[in-house]
């Protein structure tokens, strides 16, 4: 048996990005493990613990045992909670105990996607206990680790992958969350079309339509007069999507046109990451 079809493009992005990782951590010098990165809270090394702890948890390993401090500013909720335990654990590990753990785990998960024979619809343990079929999680896992490696290369200025596997996984992860910012979060008005026209490296063109019970849908065909479109970078579009920046501070890289009202509900609710 091998790798399901279904499941191969997840596991090629997760092994591009675990690779970009490993390339941009493995020469930094002790200090440079300290380095702020565009998650609140979390320096590179909170983020290749991040990166660790769930490909622990994709291996079947159980939990550390931790008690979080309580002065973490950055974890407001149950989900940032769980995330953080797997962090807070390894924040006192040093630059090779991190890259030696890393190595060590991305030696595990290939063996585990080279011998993984189970059904993309399995269901395995996601956060916070939740159970998620196989497909989804590594959907989510080869999402999640590009979207860090973007982190890494920007606090490091090693800027770089916006083309690769995982860029074109985050391309339709992020997507298929926007019909619920439109329509729930923007609340846009029912019979309405809003049009999102992305250039550079990822190129795309899509339509939210919202229909008459109030309900968002992505598709592909075009808008004859949309209620608004956004034009805007790639990158830029990543950074929104996941919370990386506010739209004021990306205002000169968006061009917004439509009701105004609209556009600025929509932009204010363009985070789709928790």
């Given at each position: 048996m091998s790798l399901h079809p279904t499941l191969q493009p997840y596991a090629d992005a997760w092994t591009h990005s675990i690779e970009a990782i490993s390339e941009l951590v493995g020469p930094l010098a002790e200090g440079e493990w300290n380095r702020r990165t565009p998650c609140p809270g979390?320096?590179?090394r909170?983020?290749?613990?991040?990166?660790?702890?769930?490909d622990c948890e994709m291996l079947g390993d159980p939990r550390p045992i931790h008690t979080l401090p309580r002065d973490l500013y950055h974890v407001t909720n149950e989900h940032q909670r769980y995330m953080e335990m797997q962090v807070d654990v390894r924040r006192h590990h040093t630059a090779p105990e991190m890259t030696a753990e890393l190595e060590y785990t991305v030696i595990r998960r290939n063996r585990q996607l080279r011998n993984e024979s189970r059904d993309p619809g399995t269901k395995v343990r996601g956060p916070l206990g939740a159970e998620v079929t196989l497909e989804d999680a590594m959907r989510y896992r080869a999402f999640d680790i590009w979207v860090h490696e973007q982190d890494l290369r920007a606090t490091l200025g090693r800027p770089g992958g916006l083309d690769t596997p995982g860029a074109h996984i985050a391309r339709d992860w992020l997507l298929d969350e926007m019909p619920r910012v439109v329509a729930e979060q923007a609340?846009?008005?029912?019979?309405?079309?809003i049009v999102l026209d992305v250039h550079g490296p990822v190129e795309f063109l899509r339509t939210i339509r919202v229909d008459i019970q109030g309900r968002g849908t992505l598709e592909t065909a075009p808008a004859l007069g949309p209620a608004a479109t956004f034009t805007l970078d790639w990158e830029t579009f990543v950074l929104l999507a996941c919370g990386r920046v506010t739209a004021e501070a990306v205002a000169d890289r968006v061009k917004a046109e439509g009701d105004p009202q609209l556009t600025s509900a929509i932009l204010r609710n363009f985070t789709v990451t928790k």
């Amino acid at each position: 048996m091998s790798l399901h079809p279904t499941l191969q493009p997840y596991a090629d992005a997760w092994t591009h990005s675990i690779e970009a990782i490993s390339e941009l951590v493995g020469p930094l010098a002790e200090g440079e493990w300290n380095r702020r990165t565009p998650c609140p809270g979390w320096s590179v090394r909170d983020m290749v613990s991040h990166v660790i702890g769930l490909d622990c948890e994709m291996l079947g390993d159980p939990r550390p045992i931790h008690t979080l401090p309580r002065d973490l500013y950055h974890v407001t909720n149950e989900h940032q909670r769980y995330m953080e335990m797997q962090v807070d654990v390894r924040r006192h590990h040093t630059a090779p105990e991190m890259t030696a753990e890393l190595e060590y785990t991305v030696i595990r998960r290939n063996r585990q996607l080279r011998n993984e024979s189970r059904d993309p619809g399995t269901k395995v343990r996601g956060p916070l206990g939740a159970e998620v079929t196989l497909e989804d999680a590594m959907r989510y896992r080869a999402f999640d680790i590009w979207v860090h490696e973007q982190d890494l290369r920007a606090t490091l200025g090693r800027p770089g992958g916006l083309d690769t596997p995982g860029a074109h996984i985050a391309r339709d992860w992020l997507l298929d969350e926007m019909p619920r910012v439109v329509a729930e979060q923007a609340k846009a008005p029912r019979s309405s079309a809003i049009v999102l026209d992305v250039h550079g490296p990822v190129e795309f063109l899509r339509t939210i339509r919202v229909d008459i019970q109030g309900r968002g849908t992505l598709e592909t065909a075009p808008a004859l007069g949309p209620a608004a479109t956004f034009t805007l970078d790639w990158e830029t579009f990543v950074l929104l999507a996941c919370g990386r920046v506010t739209a004021e501070a990306v205002a000169d890289r968006v061009k917004a046109e439509g009701d105004p009202q609209l556009t600025s509900a929509i932009l204010r609710n363009f985070t789709v990451t928790k």
